[in-house]
């Protein structure tokens, strides 16, 4: 299926590794010309190799810590200057930070920082551009809901999620799409921290109906649909990849 994307360009941040690193080497498959943020100098250029060696389009790698006060409008004037324009906005960029029931301060604002706070500011610098040409598709990577223990990422998340369905109310008449991609267990380092391999395994057996966690590249392909055209009518949804793990009827 053609999904009309070649020669448009996107930017994602948390691009170097996990869903971050899939979603743009998927899109790079696609023709799509990608801004990747993330903070580790070694891992962008991994990234860039991979890219060209699967027979996409090279990306245009920045390295920034995305907690920086400044990072969301250096990001955008350094992909505007990369890019000439940006069609798609991925904000992935998030680390889980699970908590005591009494958390210190500085933990749930690093968490409300990284994982809501310069996701809408990084948005808000692309909005105008995106009103001007009147197009746009901007997908959020949120946080499970089955999460039974504190975990202030997956709390900014759910922020971002809120934000997201108000943002796609107002933005739908400029033809700007807001969606979100909400994962289930995906085999990434931040899973590896809490799930062991066996721990994996028993854990799916129990609680996911396919009866394994997913993989980025599962995330990637339902994050590259959804910024694509085939997805035009779809906005101020939440999509799900959690191989039926989750509980709830909505």
């Known amino acids: 299926m053609d999904l009309y994307l ?5 930017i994602v941040t948390g691009a170097s590794q996990g869903i971050g690193k899939a979603i743009t080497l998927e899109l790079s498959r696609e023709g799509v010309q990608v801004f990747a943020v993330a903070r580790n100098e070694n891992l962008l250029a991994q990234l860039e190799l991979q890219a060209v060696e699967q ?11 995305f907690t920086a006060p400044e990072a969301p409008k250096e990001i955008s004037i350094a992909a505007k200057s990369a890019l000439g324009h940006v069609d798609i906005l991925v904000n992935n960029a998030g680390r889980s930070r699970a908590l005591d029931v009494v958390g210190s301060e500085e933990e749930w604002e690093a968490a409300m920082t990284l994982d ?14 995106f009103i001007a040409r009147h197009q746009g598709a901007i997908l959020n ?6 999460l039974r ?4 990422s997956a709390v900014a998340k759910a922020s971002v999620v809120m934000w ?18 909400q994962p289930g267990l995906i085999e990434t380092a931040n899973i590896r921290r809490v799930f062991t391999k066996e721990d994996q395994k028993v854990f799916a057996a129990r609680e996911i109906p396919l009866g394994e966690f997913g993989h980025p590249e599962d995330m990637a392909n339902m994050a590259v649909f959804l910024v694509s055209d085939r997805a035009r009518y ?17």
């Open 6 to 10: 070649k020669g448009k360009t996107a």
């Open 55 to 65: 027979g996409g389009v090279k990306p245009v790698v920045f390295v920034k810590d």
């Open 116 to 129: 809501f706070c310069r996701h809408r500011q990084l948005t808000q610098q692309l909005i105008p551009d």
């Open 141 to 146: 990577i949120t946080s499970t809901y089955e």
């Open 149 to 152: 223990s504190i975990n202030a």
């Open 164 to 181: 997201a369905k108000q943002l796609a109310g107002q933005l739908g008449q400029y033809g700007i799409r807001v969606n979100c991609l």
């Open 234 to 250: 779809i906005t101020g949804s939440v999509s799900v990849v959690d191989g039926g793990w989750r509980h709830h009827a909505f």
